[in-house]
């Protein structure tokens, strides 16, 4: 089958609504990993043990069922029980939950590496807890995490072609309906992967730009 420029170009205004569903599915998914992932972190280092364990099990829970299956319970099991969600927030609540456990690891690897003299120098200044956190841990254990962040925000946006089994429209599926609908697949899914890797690639760049800034400024 010979690639059809003007089915190209009949399709792309199709497919650039696709790739802005997965663009603000991914960037509300890791925003909302990053938060998730940092209260599981702090819950963690928690003196109450049945904290700390409780969600260390969640944690591990989240961390050893498919993303597919959580995204299916989300969407579909949790309206039988009254909770019932818009595809695109339950694709973010998924997201942001399942790679939240992972960055919760970064996190405490990032938190752990601080040395333990900042702690007792913070506890010397009479620094309250969240002062110690905001102004002396945070801002030393964050910058070495943006590599290992990164990569898994930007794992997260490959995974988003995930979300089209709960409807969402986002790149994957409105390829997938073009392709069904025109019976022509050469076209949606070779720009499908053109938009990933274009993508990715220009998400390296910034987020490697943004580890030099900010490894700079902590030097």
């Known amino acids: 089958m010979a690639w059809d420029w003007d089915f190209v170009r ?18 509300l998914g890791s925003i909302l990993a990053a938060i998730v992932g940092l209260g599981i972190a702090l819950a963690r280092r928690s ?19 498919p993303l597919l ?13 009254g909770i019932l969600l818009p595809p695109l927030v339950a694709g973010v609540i998924g997201l942001g939950l399942h790679y939240g456990t992972y960055t919760a690891e970064v ?21 309250n807890g969240r002062h110690t ?22 794992a997260m946006f ?10 969402v429209l986002e790149l994957m599926n409105q390829a997938k309906s073009v392709a069904n609908t025109y019976y022509r697949y050469i076209e949606p899914m070779t720009l499908v992967g053109a938009f990933f890797l274009v993508i990715s690639l220009c ?12 490894g700079r400024i902590e030097r």
């Open 10 to 27: 009949e399709i792309m205004p199709t497919l650039i609504q696709g790739v802005k569903i997965t663009i603000l599915a991914t960037i």
């Open 47 to 65: 003196e109450n043990r049945f904290v700390s364990r409780s969600v260390g099990w969640f944690a591990e829970f989240i961390r050893g069922t």
């Open 69 to 81: 299956v959580q995204l299916y319970f989300i969407f579909y099991v949790l309206p039988d029980i």
């Open 107 to 127: 996190y405490r690897a990032g938190i752990d590496n601080v040395p333990r003299g900042q702690w007792e120098a913070a506890k010397a200044c009479n620094l």
């Open 133 to 154: 956190w905001t102004h002396i841990i945070l801002p030393q254990a964050i910058p070495p995490m943006i590599p290992a962040l990164a990569n898994y925000f930007i």
């Open 158 to 167: 490959k995974e988003t072609p995930l979300l089209s089994a709960i409807t």
């Open 203 to 214: 998400s390296v760049v910034l987020l490697r730009w943004l580890e030099h800034r900010y």
